[in-house]
């Protein structure tokens, strides 16, 4: 467990001020961005980050334009105070929880896509999804300035598509994807298999297997 005691920021001036007294103690920082909702799945991210970090932070934040106008953005899982149990319970140090004004201010109008590799795949049946993706993970590395960010291999194209983002905008940070955690029958552990009936979850696996 970390020796500092959990914390909870909303800002990012407040984000930078931890990160920069950390870095002043000479510590290694890793970020976890998230959605909430968390899981095993979340928290083994949170591990992975511990072992190449001394201090690490977990943002969570519902982003608004990776959501199109008919998917479940008002229905995604919400609970901060569970995440924020889980979290502390892990070894995290920090977590960041941003309102949707602090991440995209009034008058905001930049967007950064990624060409090539967020076009098929996810980017044909959601041709808006990563671009509002590589917008916010980009003002995520830029607020917290980690050496470290970890994504899950769960979501294999967007961590292609965050690799190629920093890579191309010189971002000084590692990104490593993490291995997929999955459930005791395969089914691979997401947050939106809360929205699964009975029979869908028993029919689940299936994709593991086929795959």
């Known amino acids: 467990m970390s020796d500092n005691l959990f914390a909870v920021v909303r800002t990012v001036a407040d984000l930078r001020r931890q990160v920069s007294a950390w870095r002043q103690a000479g510590a290694r920082v890793a970020l976890v961005p998230t959605m909430g909702a968390l899981h095993d799945g979340h928290l083994s991210l949170v591990n992975l980050a511990r072992s190449k970090a001394d201090r690490v932070v977990a943002s969570v934040f519902v982003n608004p334009t990776q959501f199109a106008p008919h998917e479940d953005f008002d229905a995604y899982p919400r609970d901060e105070a569970r995440d924020g149990a ?43 999804h990563f671009a509002g993706v590589a917008t916010v993970v980009t003002k995520l590395l830029l607020q917290c300035g980690p050496d470290v960010a970890v994504f899950g291999e769960k979501d294999y194209q967007q961590l292609q598509v965050i690799k190629r983002l920093a890579a191309d905008l010189d971002i000084p940070v590692e990104v490593v994807g993490a291995p997929t955690a999955r459930a005791a029958d395969g089914l691979a552990l997401s ?21």
């Open 86 to 128: 889980l979290l502390a319970e892990v070894g995290c140090d920090l977590l960041y929880a941003p309102p949707v004004a602090e991440m995209y201010a009034a008058g905001f109008s930049t967007t950064v896509t990624v060409a090539g590799v967020s076009e098929p795949l996810d980017g044909q049946a959601r041709p808006t």
């Open 191 to 211: 947050s939106r298999n809360a929205y699964l009936t009975p029979a869908e979850r028993q029919a689940a696996p299936a994709l593991a297997r086929a795959l």
